[in-house]
């Protein structure tokens, strides 16, 4: 993901565009906090200006004023965002209130992979550059369970699929079914005794949102498993 498709891609935008200077914003997660690592030595090596070391963000985080105006101040031309949280609509409303002139160049940017990411802007994001990670999160024929899960999902929700982890969630009861010791665990029995946990899960996730920050970003998610 980051030497096959994030170098490359902002390799090339550097290129055409005649841009180098790179300002990097990570959500305090080990994976953004790895990957954010790895961009910034990488590009430092290909000759960015890469603006000091990555702004790390909590999860959770509602207020990215200071960071943008950091990128703003250093003359950043690229800000490189890896989060996979529902914040990440308030921090594109606040690049653009902010009138900062870099880019928005998403490893991960949650909001921009979700459906409903023009109203969770208030129509301030109507594009950005984003990596979807697994197939399925976006439509394509990547591979023979792509458009089943796609259509799979439209039909349950109404709604084309959400985020980036969706599809991995849809495989893992189909794993768990090819890789089960007892041959006669069907899916549907796993099903069965996962979706509670789902269940309990987004119920837990939805009575934290409410007791934290008591405001709906425009995001949903859906954890229940489709078949």
């Known amino acids: 993901m980051v030497t096959g498709e994030i170098i490359p891609c902002l390799v090339d935008i550097g290129k055409r565009f005649g841009v180098d200077r790179l300002f990097i914003m ?8 790895g990957g954010g690592g ?13 603006i000091g070391k990555p702004e790390i963000y909590p999860t959770g985080t509602t207020d990215f004023s200071m960071g943008l105006i950091k990128a703003k101040r250093e003359k950043a031309q690229v800000i490189l965002i890896w989060m996979d949280m529902p914040e990440t609509s308030i921090l594109l409303k ?3 209130d902010m009138k900062i ?3 928005p160049f998403g490893s991960i940017i949650a909001a921009a992979e979700q459906p409903g990411f023009w109203k969770a802007t208030e129509g ?3 594009y950005c550059l984003a990596n979807v990670v ?3 999160n976006a439509p394509s024929e990547a591979t023979p369970w792509t458009m089943k899960f796609v259509k799979a999902y439209k039909k349950r929700w109404n709604i084309e699929p959400e985020g980036y982890g969706t599809s991995t969630s849809y495989m893992a009861p189909y794993v768990l079914k090819d ?9 549907l029995l796993i099903i069965h005794f ?3 946990f789902f269940q309990f899960l987004l119920l837990a996730k939805e009575t934290r949102g409410s007791q934290d920050k008591g405001e709906d970003n425009g995001q949903q998610s859906h954890h229940h498993l489709i078949v």
């Open 26 to 33: 990570i959500q305090d997660v080990a994976h953004a906090r």
């Open 38 to 50: 790895l961009i910034a030595k990488i590009m430092a090596e290909k000759g960015w200006h890469v």
């Open 94 to 96: 606040q690049w653009y």
């Open 101 to 103: 002139p870099a880019l």
């Open 124 to 126: 301030k994001g109507e």
């Open 134 to 136: 697994n197939a399925g």
């Open 179 to 187: 890789a089960s010791i007892e041959p006669f665990l069907s899916t």
């Open 194 to 196: 996962l979706d509670p």
